[in-house]
């Protein structure tokens, strides 16, 4: 969908539909009003008859009957006018993209962002195109899924400049969001970790960052024997994923994100319960969203120095794949009994974590769908948060709330390590049932060296069963917004 920035009126505009923003109580902006009056105070009737209250992303669609330029407007609600925040206009904005797509227009405009918010057109610019994305890859009706092609903005000859700015960029991170999103909704055929190396060079190619590509012999060499694991029952090869992004001084410590890439999931020799396990291709999130933040901060050539550090593997029951009760060496040189087998992700991770201090980072953070507790305790609702700093941690839940890629801390006490504590090696890689987010990033913690390390666990927001306003059932791209926020206040 192009954006486009055009200098007008709202209602002295022609255009096929003019999105409008109507807030629930009697509080309306001017613009508004002057509609109201235009179209004889049909504004009013629909409060008074409760057709149209302006609840927080209701629509409704009005012919102008020749009374304005626009064939028809598009009333999103609001809801009260002193509880708007980003996060709800960029829901309203969702839900006017959803209004849009079911009428079938092709080419609207918008004044929906002319609320007294200082980031509401970006707001409204992502709740557009992100609402607008649609996987169908393999779908053989194309028309099936919606045809957008054209948004207008319309804002005054002062605001223009900044307006185009923003817009752009805007643009720039939701493609890396769509990107992030395209590589979760791959099914565990297409998307081996072999593709997932592919895609990483090309977005390296395309926005001139480094890249390396590290094979089963070079893993070998590196002594990853926790990674090397996890990929021992599948047919398909791993590849260890390294990218470097410079926008800053060589001086300057790089940020290291290490993404886990296991590009399905099937539990190994503790396998899943067949229930939903289709949807262990979304194992990956991680690294798309490590990837999809790389070509982001590349495209808009953020002042940071980035590290990007993406282990990927098949985690498959196969005749030689690990076992239960196996012990194997990591990078780090620690021993790890395995009692789980489902419990991989770590597995990568650590060794990805240990390779991030070769880099001597300022800071690194690690994002994976980890472990199916961290959905039992937060849902679909808010993705976990745990680490060593709590600059770091401050600083991403922060980042997260101006997102609406929300963190909520879990804690990560000493008493914690006790129960990874193995009789035979220095640790275990899974504990019982209780505190497994927690569990696993103790587990993690012994990676991270001295480095100010923050852990993401994205299992229970990587997904979305039912979709949202701005959020299409499927991959969400999480990851992606909430880490180019982090990066934009990096000093």
Partial sequence: MRCLMLVDEPLKHSCSLLVVGMHENGDQSALVKA?????????????????????????????????????????????????????RLRQAAGSAMQAIKQAG???????????????????????????????????????????????????????LGRSETVAAETRQICEAVCFARDLVAQPGNVATPEFLADRALEIAGKYGIKSRILERREIEAEGMGAFLAVAKGSHQPPYLILLEYRGAGIKKRPVALVGKGVTFDSGGISLKPR????????????????????????????????????????????????????????????????????????????????????????VIIDVATLTGA???????????????????????????EATGERLWELP??????????????????????????????CFLKKFAGSSRWAHLDIAGTAWEERGRPYVPKGATGVGVRLLVEYLRGIK
């Avoid at 409704?60 to 006018?81: N, Y």
């Avoid at 396990?277 to 490590?290: P, R």
């Avoid at 012990?327 to 974590?353: F, H, K, P, Y």
Wanted: with cysteine; charged share 25%; hydrophobic share 40%.
């Fill in 275 to 362: 229930e939903g396990m289709e949807k262990m291709k979304n194992d990956m999130g991680g690294a798309a969203a490590v990837m999809g933040t790389f070509m982001a901060a590349a495209a808009l050539r953020l002042p940071v120095n980035l590290v990007g550090i993406i282990p990927s593997a098949e985690n498959m029951p196969g005749g030689g794949a690990c076992k239960p009760g196996d012990v194997v060496t990591s990078m780090s040189g620690q021993t790890i009994e395995i009692t789980n087998t489902d419990a991989e992700g770590r597995m990568l991770l650590c060794d990805g974590l240990h390779l991030a201090q070769r880099y001597r980072p300022s």
């Fill in 374 to 400: 961290c959905v039992v305790a937060l849902g679909h609702t808010a993705s976990g948060l745990m680490g060593n700093d709590d600059a770091l941690k401050r600083d991403l839940r922060r980042a997260g």
């Fill in 105 to 159: 227009v092709r080419i609207f405009s918008s004044a929906l962002h002319q609320q007294p918010l200082k980031s509401a057109l970006q707001c409204v610019a992502e709740g557009f195109l992100l609402a607008r994305h649609t996987f169908f890859r393999y779908k053989t009706r194309k028309e099936e899924n919606g045809g957008v092609e054209e948004g207008t903005f319309l804002v005054t000859a002062s605001a």
């Fill in 35 to 87: 509609l109201d009056r235009k179209l004889g105070g049909a504004l009013k009737r629909l409060r008074e008859q409760h057709e149209f209250m302006g609840g927080l992303g209701r629509t409704k669609i009005m012919h102008t009957f020749g009374k304005l330029p626009a064939e028809r407007i598009l009333l999103v609600g609001l809801g009260k006018a002193d509880e708007l925040t980003p996060e």
């Fill in 412 to 441: 990560l006490w000493d008493e914690y390590d006790d129960i990874i504590k193995s009789d035979i090696a220095d640790m275990k890689n899974a504990a019982g049932p209780h505190a497994g987010t927690i569990s696993a990033a």
